[in-house]
Antibody
Framework: EVQLVESGGGLVQPGGSLRLSCAASGFTLSSYKMTWVRQAPGKGLEWVANIKQDGSEKNYVDSVKGRFTISRDNAKNSLYLQMKSLRAEDTAVYYC??????????????????WGQGTTVTVSS | DIQMTQSPSSLSASVGDRVTITCRASQNIDNYINWYQQKPGKAPKFLIYAASSLQSGVPSRFSGSGSGTDFTLTISSLQPEDFATYYCQQSYITDMYTFGQGTKLEIK
């Protein structure tokens, strides 16, 4: 069974740090681009970051640039999100997710096809 | 950045109704749009890619259409399990995905 399981969430003070982990199983992690998406309480989905299959390219939403770092260890089938200088507005459920590359009408499309159950990060004093 | 705007923000409908949700992109994204369904307390579920292609296992009552900047998600005959929040997402810029704000579909 294809599965993603996040861990590492919790309560942290403003300015603190936290490292989220995501364990992948049932598929070969190294074959897929991976993504973190978050959802603040009562709000919509926000894409946070993604990372290429070999880790050579990383992208971030503007609000986390310079504070968050996405990384992966394909040998350990794991994805990570290191979060520093945390703010109250970073409070959210963080989802680890897989980017799947589809072929349709001879063109290529990405879609986020597998999601973890989410881990909750609360930034509060 | 590409902004995605969904309408309506919420919608009340009955079982058996046909409903349509709209998503508008701030610039031309061709047909690089995905749709997701999310139920309370659960992770999103992937429904549609490339504007109109159903993900494996998604019921055929779901359909998508559009190209350029205007897109729709249609549910042809609402079932009880379809009451959820729906999100569009552009995949035109793959180094910065953006989601719409969501449309909450509620039971009338």
């Amino acid at each position: 069974e294809v599965q993603l399981v996040e861990s590492g969430g919790g309560l942290v003070q403003p300015g603190g740090s936290l490292r989220l982990s995501c364990a992948a199983s049932g598929f070969t992690l190294s074959s897929y681009k991976m993504t973190w998406v978050r959802q603040a309480p009562g709000k919509g989905l926000e894409w946070v970051a993604n990372i290429k299959q070999d880790g050579s390219e990383k992208n971030y939403v503007d609000s986390v640039k310079g504070r968050f770092t996405i990384s992966r260890d394909n040998a350990k089938n794991s994805l990570y999100l290191q979060m520093k200088s945390l703010r109250a507005e970073d409070t959210a459920v963080y989802y680890c997710a897989r980017d799947y590359l589809y072929t349709y009408a001879s063109r290529y499309y990405y879609g986020v096809d597998v999601w973890g159950q989410g881990t909750t990060v609360t930034v509060s004093s | 950045d590409i902004q995605m705007t969904q309408s309506p923000s919420s919608l009340s409908a009955s079982v058996g109704d046909r409903v349509t949700i709209t998503c508008r992109a701030s610039q031309n994204i061709d047909n690089y749009i995905n749709w997701y369904q999310q139920k309370p307390g659960k992770a999103p579920k992937f429904l549609i890619y490339a504007a109109s292609s159903l993900q494996s296992g998604v019921p055929s009552r779901f359909s998508g259409s559009g190209s350029g900047t205007d897109f729709t998600l249609t549910i042809s005959s609402l079932q009880p399990e379809d009451f959820a929040t729906y999100y569009c997402q552009q995949s035109y810029i793959t180094d910065m995905y953006t989601f719409g704000q969501g449309t909450k579909l509620e039971i009338k």
